[in-house]
């Protein structure tokens, strides 16, 4: 059986939280895995049904069924990686881990400050394949997808500027390239490329292109491509939400968080300026 941290224990668990999230921290700078951490944080929440109450962020992508289904394609890296976490922090559950890795993939490059609360349980149960958005696919597949989960237009868009980190692999999605002249940075470029009529070099989806063709979709990146601040805004309220989908926050555990949240902002602004300025430093 796995353990897990009582949630009741308010001052254990958060330090549990906060030693995991420096763990975290270091193993990105290291190894400049922010990319697919935050996919993974993506793929084990995005399954989620509503009406059904099933899938979601519970740990269950570890599961060998559902790490091989073709849109997690290279994902067993990311869980892997997380596994060197998981061995010093055995009481988070993985459910958290791969959460909490995600918020924290967003902050240490450059991205926003998101919400976590723990408190989420892992589940053994895969959902079945075809829940998460086919990247070849348009408007109504994305509102298919994230309408099952409870999400809304903002969020589709929101949520599609994480594509500023990272780049597609030709061996996982058919798709090769970075979405950003600088995938290793979290900003509002996704969308800045979005709206020029020819980015050479970097990569456009069909998922992407119908943000700019869709009436609904664009005026959220013509907002996002001109106000990073709105971006940001929006993005750390949607990731929070996506990373929720069927879980309902102890309320305990909430208060005692707040009181973390400034150390959080500061450690986390000390990590990001020593993150840009290795990435610079490595750039020719």
Partial sequence: MEMEYNTNDNKVCVK?????????RALISSKNCAPILLRLAWHDAGTYDAKTKTGGP???????????HA?????????????EVKAKHPRISYADLYQLAGVVAVEVTGGPTIDFVPGRKDSTISPEEGRLPDANEGASHLRNVFYRMGLSDQD???????????????ERSGFEGPWTSNPLKFDNSYFVE??????????????????????????YVILYAKD????????????????ELGFTPPSSLRSALRKTVMAVAVAA??????YLYEINRREP
Avoid: M, Q, W
């Fill in 71 to 83: 849109a997690n394609r290279g994902l067993k890296i990311a869980i892997d990686l997380c596994e």
């Fill in 58 to 68: 519970n740990g269950s992508i570890r599961n060998e069924v559902e790490y091989n």
């Fill in 16 to 24: 549990e939280i906060e030693r995991a999230r420096r763990d975290l």
């Fill in 156 to 170: 589709i868009v929101a949520l599609s500027g994480g594509h500023t980190l990272g780049k597609a692999h030709r």
């Fill in 194 to 219: 979005l709206l020029k009529a020819d980015s050479k070099g970097l990569l456009k989806l069909p998922t992407d292109k119908v943000l700019v063709e869709d009436p609904e979709f664009k005026k």
């Fill in 228 to 243: 990073d601040e709105a971006f940001f805004k929006h993005y750390s309220a949607s990731h929070k939400r996506l990373s």
């Fill in 269 to 274: 602004t000390v990590v990001i300026l020593s």
